[in-house]
């Protein structure tokens, strides 16, 4: 490689440095991100309680910004007496295990078919639509519930059917993509040299469709992120005493008239998490490939 | 058009058949429907005299396409908690949720058109700013969690609305909220984009140079071109509300087809749940068949590609 390509790529690199640190979005997500995987990786160092602790005689104290709160349990305790900051910390763990466990799954299923749909057009491509158009038919929320309910609450079963149910839309995107660079002269180029089909896909489509893939998957997350919340809410997701935000939120629901607190706290924290992800999502597209914003 | 309303008819119907498969093999592999209507007390054999009973002993491909033959005549069965037949306890359910739906659907629309558009006419300006500010909210915003919110502030503080029933319209406010808040970022950002692309082409520009007043070239000749995307994406939004509107009646209680799934669901009641699925899923079936065909009609490129 000459001086001249290198020169090149590192400006460009550099660039998108400046790029991503420009961009108020990004870096206001990717803070909140890093901060809550930090928080959930450290859960036992940060955690001032054992999350499961029960403790009858510590019942429902207020945070601490409350007159009747106490720096001892500084988000207060719920209606068993467990330290509402542990918990809160230790759901971090099952929302990003969720996130990231759905985004893999559905992710390798969608570009799988989406990939090949766009590469070899045709019966596959028909097949593979139809299978998206099945899948959007189906309403996701009552199939999770039923099967949840069926095979029985595990965070592996939750992730699983998470990630079997949200493939759509990597599928939609990475068919699209894969058609636009299907397209380009160098794939024509690589064919008209023999390469393999597998060498193809792999060298020529997939390192030009990974930006999307990124978007999406974050997408997913955040998608998956407040679908287990909301199973778990109606008590057919992640089961009790884990402490899992939806499950938090349903817990409180029926003091929520007299302490609001139960509620308010796990429900800020989904939505922050949310939020976070949304943005680096949003971000990285408007960098990446702005005419796709919409 | 008839070539493609024919096509895309086959496309729906072939779908339906794959759902209703799907949904009838999810439920029925997963689960022994002759131990679940027998209760916890029964003996072995009771289960067994059950499983003849109902024919849950045949190949699954029998069962199905059994099932399939009544639901196509209206039988969806008999609910194992109400007793009662399961397409009639539907039918009894879908009008709230109905019209819950109408009205997520319509505020959702009134919100976010009329946004979308005064986004696109000053990109980046303050309103562009709100427009995005409240998107990214929505999105971001759990249905569940924002239900409680709402409940918590304009029920107890401000007693302004009451909390659970579907007795008044009154009962209706707080969710068509929380769902139609739910659909409208994507119904925003979509006008938002149609306006701003169809404003920068050259007969809005030709519009504008023959001196027509703003709000003609704005209304007739940019929206009604913008709008064309929007009617298809309001449809599927439609289609997913009634997903959405489980979570939504469960916590407001109204007694709609959302609430009935979650009870069938919590009751192991598997052949509403199986005809819920049904049901819903044809909804959305028919919507995107509907909203396709308008859209082939407004715009003919799409028939003839």
């Known amino acids: 490689m000459s001086n001249e390509n290198i020169a ?12 991503f640190t420009g961009h108020q979005g990004v870096m206001i997500g990717a803070f909140i991100v890093i901060a809550i995987v930090v928080v959930a990786l450290f859960a036992p160092v940060l955690a001032p309680h054992d999350p499961y602790h029960q403790n009858l005689l510590t019942r429902l104290i207020p945070p601490v910004w409350d007159s009747r709160g106490s720096w001892e349990h500084v988000l207060g305790t719920d209606h068993l007496g467990r330290d509402y900051f542990s918990r809160l910390i230790y759901g971090a763990r099952i929302s990003l295990l969720i996130g990231f466990g759905a985004a893999l799954i559905s992710g390798l299923i969608g570009t799988i078919m989406g990939v090949m749909a766009g590469y070899f057009g045709g019966r596959v491509d028909m097949v593979v639509t139809f299978l998206i158009t099945v899948r959007l038919s189906m309403p996701v929320v009552l199939v999770a519930l039923a099967v949840v309910a069926i095979v029985g609450g595990s965070l592996q079963v939750v992730i699983s059917v998470l990630g079997l149910l949200l493939w759509d839309r990597f599928a939609v995107v990475m068919r699209s993509s894969t058609l636009q660079i299907r397209s380009m002269d160098y794939v024509a180029a690589a064919q008209a040299v023999g390469c393999s089909t ?41 089961q009790p005493p884990l402490p899992s935000w939806g499950l938090m939120v349903s817990e409180g629901k029926d003091m929520m008239l007299f302490e609001p607190w139960l509620i308010t706290i796990p429900g800020v924290a989904l939505f922050l998490l949310v939020l976070a992800i949304n943005l680096m999502g949003d971000g990285v597209r408007d960098i990446t490939a702005p005419e796709n914003r919409n | 058009m008839l070539y493609y309303t024919l096509k895309r008819l086959a496309l729906a119907a072939l779908v339906a058949l794959t759902v209703s498969f799907i949904s009838f093999g999810l439920l029925y592999l997963s689960s022994d429907p002759a131990i679940a209507m027998a209760g916890e007390t029964a003996s072995d054999a009771d289960i067994e005299a059950i499983r003849q009973l109902y024919g849950f002993d045949r190949p699954i491909l029998v069962q199905y396409f059994d099932w399939l033959q009544r639901a196509a005549a209206g039988d969806l069965g008999k609910s194992y908690y109400f007793r009662t037949d399961v397409s009639a306890l539907i039918g009894e359910r879908l009008p709230t949720t109905m019209t819950l739906g109408v009205c997520a659907i319509t505020f959702a629309i009134l919100l976010s058109v009329p946004l979308g558009v ?37 029920s107890v503080s401000l007693r302004l609305l009451p909390t659970s029933g579907s007795d008044t319209w009154l009962h209706f406010v707080m969710p068509t909220v929380v769902l139609g808040y739910y659909a409208a970022p994507a119904i925003m950002r979509l006008t938002r984009t149609g306006m701003l692309e169809v404003l920068s082409t050259d007969y809005i520009r030709t519009a504008r140079a023959k001196g027509l007043r703003p709000p003609v070239v704005l209304f007739k000749h940019a929206l009604r071109n913008a709008i064309i995307p929007v009617v298809s994406l309001a449809a599927v939004q439609f289609g997913f509300m009634l997903g959405g509107s489980i979570v939504v009646e469960t916590i407001f209680a109204l007694h709609g087809a959302g609430f009935l799934a979650w009870e069938s669901i919590t009751r192991n009641d598997l052949p509403t749940v199986q005809g819920l699925i049904l049901v819903f899923s044809l909804f959305y079936i028919v919507l995107t068949f509907f909203a396709d065909l308008i859209n082939a009609w407004l715009d003919p490129r799409i028939r003839i590609k």
Do not use: C
């Not at chain 2, 427009?131 to 990214?136: E, G, N, P, T």
């Open chain 1, 198 to 238: 597998k060498r193809i896909l792999m060298t020529e489509i997939m390192p030009n469709v990974v930006n999307n893939l990124i978007v999406i998957a974050t997408l997913e997350m955040a998608h998956a992120i407040i679908l287990e919340a909301a199973l778990s809410f109606l008590g057919l997701g992640v």
């Open chain 1, 8 to 19: 090149t790529t590192a400006v460009t690199k550099a660039s998108i440095y400046t790029r």
């Open chain 2, 118 to 154: 005064a986004a696109a006419i000053r990109p980046n300006s303050i309103i562009d700013r709100i427009a995005l500010f409240l998107s990214v909210m929505g999105q971001a915003l759990p249905s569940f969690w924002f239900a409680l919110m709402l409940i918590v502030f304009l």
